[in-house]
């Protein structure tokens, strides 16, 4: 099965004191990867190269139906949830028609996928509510709904869970475990070496701005359980 | 009922009774304003925005230079213009010296920074992630920033308020430029300044009165936009 999204020889500089750089990353689709290493390691800005948010130096990034010239058509393959999502001003019917307006979707088109979407994540009749009136978790799901709504090929989430309370943890855990059935590929960041277990069937690691490309279980473990013990855990 | 009394009520008399030369001054004022705040936000709402969302060498010199053009003394403006405009100015011929189209430009080189600046501010003050949002959802960069201006929506009309606030009130280039020709290119102020002068208090009064009416609305507007 062809890649969703490869990349090559990626080297991205920020600053003087940070570099990132990735030899190789292919992503197969219909997959759950699980991106993990410590704070200031290189998570968000991997995804945000991913996203083509940010150019990278040098290297390559190709998408599965070959090279565009077009940024702004690439990036509708891929979508990126921040970690604190911002919702625009408005309904969240307005939120996830954005995205769809832009690719030409018509109203009917429309009303059908926001309202199957919405579903999806759990907010069934959160059409016309107002998106500053909606609660942290609920932001998170909006956030989650408007970029699963563009059915994109790879979905990019910077830690989504890091501002969710625990009841509504194993509900979101148990959504984004199922995305792969709507055909998307999902990566999250996660500082929880737990959480990666749990829902990545691969692991990503990365540790000053060096990628462990698709470390297998066994390694990353052994480095969690490591730790754990240093800690006296 | 003395020297102030008797101008209110002959003010009030020419407000309510509709006095064909002050509905003119009224008139022409609205119409140059409105004119040159239209133009001023179509050239001073994208210049904020491209300066809010773009870094390269010389955007500070640029910023200074804004803020300098937004202090421009209104007879500075007129002087520069009057000398374009002027018969044998390199504009001369095409005959626009002492018409509302001459006053018209004047005014929007005096709101266009004003509109530019607060833009500018509003942009600066933004949510940051606005635009990487939009972005993420497959938007161009001109398509993220049209999203960006719905977003702070607000903060443009106040600029745009704020301008027209600047032009309605000045007086310089409306008389330099406009020449204060009556029911031509007479606006309240220009009238204000000419009746005075000529001992015609109760009227410049009237003239006042309609002037401080439209910047009470101006304001009321600007305040009920700052609290959303």
Known sequence: ?233 | MGYWGDSLLTAFELILGFDREVRMAVWTSLYTSSCSIAIAALLGVPIGLWLGLNRFRGRQLLIALLNTLMALPTVVVGLLLFGLLSRQGPLGPLGLLFTPLAMIAGQTVLAAPIVANLVLAAVTGADQRIINTALTLGASRLQAAIQLLREIRFGVMAAVIAGFGRVIAEVGVAMMLGGNIRNSTRTMTTAIALETSKGEFAFGLALGIILLSVALIVNLFLNALQQR
């Open chain 1, 1 to 233: 099965m062809q890649p969703v999204i490869s990349l090559k020889d990626i080297r991205v500089t920020l600053g003087q004191n940070f570099s990132l750089s990735v030899e190789s990353l292919v992503l197969q689709p219909h997959r759950i990867y699980a991106l993990t290493g410590p704070n200031g390691a290189g998570k968000s800005t991997l995804l945000r190269v991913m996203a083509l948010l940010l150019s990278p130096q040098a290297g390559t990034i190709e998408f599965a139906e070959g090279d565009s010239r077009d940024l702004a058509r690439q990036r509708q393959r891929v979508t990126l949830v921040e970690q604190t999502p911002y919702l625009f001003e408005g309904s969240v019917t307005d939120n996830l028609s954005f995205g769809l307006k832009l690719r030409g979707i018509n109203s009917r088109e429309r009303s059908e996928r926001i309202r199957a979407t919405l579903a999806i994540v759990g907010l069934e009749g959160f059409e016309q509510r107002r998106a500053k009136e909606l609660s942290g978790g609920e932001v998170q799901r909006v956030a989650l709904a408007r970029a699963l709504v563009l059915k994109p090929e790879l979905l990019l989430l910077d830690e989504p869970t890091a501002n969710i309370d625990s009841n509504s943890l194993q509900a979101y855990e148990a959504l984004l475990r199922g995305l792969p059935e709507y055909g998307v590929t999902v990566v999250f960041s996660t500082h929880d070496p737990s959480q990666s277990r749990r829902l990545g069937e691969e692991v990503l690691r990365i540790e000053y701005g060096h990628l462990v490309n698709g470390a297998p279980r066994g390694p990353q473990d052994a480095v969690f359980n490591q730790r754990r013990s240093m800690y006296g855990a």
